[in-house]
């Protein structure tokens, strides 16, 4: 089965640090999202690609967090400088947009800022 | 803007019952997708059940069938036949049949369910 594959699975960093997490795509989806998953919020839609081109990042706190896809097989997400209250799982998930189908995830990278 | 309902924070069910998750949701629009995922403890989000506004006939997929009642904006998961491994968080989820930036899936708060043998 195709699989959307994020690295690293699980990531301690402290305080101040960058931290990037990445994501492969299902090949051939064009539609890529970021979401963090926490207790308190649920799960929050980060960013959003077509194409690879951005389309919505209203739910991403722009002084910290950057979303980018380099090319069609790599989205990265990164936060710099690491907060506490980042810590979440994230997650990655892919699909075609044109069709009605469910988006297909990855299986999150927890992250833990100390 | 739409938004997605799960009343039901925690369900309990014994294994081979059926078990009924409730969902409602807010829209003005009249094109649209629904879905159930699941996460069990392994945190992967695995899509269980898809549905078509457009279509009137509930979706089903094996044990697992959907009641959407769309004039209630109503989308129910129920499970036959529960086993230990649908012991997970289900989480409801909204999207927009249009293009462009509402295409993003809009989920609920999720409702775990625990399967008693």
């Known amino acids: 089965d195709a699989r959307v594959t994020q690295t690293p699975r699980h990531k301690v960093t402290e305080m101040g640090q960058e931290v990037t997490m990445r994501c492969q795509p299902i090949l051939g989806h064009n539609t890529v999202f970021w979401y963090r998953q926490t207790m308190m919020q649920g799960l929050e839609l980060l960013a959003y690609f077509r194409n690879r081109a951005p389309l919505d990042d209203s739910g991403m706190p722009k002084d910290r967090f950057s979303a980018e896809m380099p090319d069609a097989t790599l989205a990265t997400l990164k936060i710099q400088p690491s907060e506490p209250r980042d810590s979440a799982v994230y997650f990655c998930?892919?699909?075609?947009?044109?069709?009605?189908?469910?988006?297909?995830f990855g299986s999150g990278t927890r992250l833990t800022v100390v | 803007a739409q938004t997605v309902t799960q009343s039901q924070p925690e369900m309990s069910v014994q294994e081979a019952e059926t078990v009924t998750l409730s969902c409602t949701y807010d829209t003005s629009e009249s094109d649209y997708y629904l879905f159930w995922y699941k996460q069990p403890p392994s945190r992967q989000m695995i899509l269980v059940i898809r549905q078509e506004a457009y279509k009137q006939q509930n979706a089903t997929e094996n044990r697992f069938s959907v009641n959407f009642q769309k004039a209630a904006k109503s989308f129910s998961l129920k499970i036959s036949d529960s086993q230990l491994g649908d012991a997970a968080m289900y989480f409801c989820?909204?999207?927009?049949?249009?293009?462009?930036?509402?295409?993003?899936?809009?989920f609920g708060t999720g409702t775990l369910l625990a399967v008693q043998p």
């Open positions: 989820a909204y999207r927009s049949s249009h293009g462009g930036a509402t295409n993003k899936l809009i």
């Open positions: 998930a892919s699909g075609i947009a044109r069709l009605g189908y469910g988006y297909t």
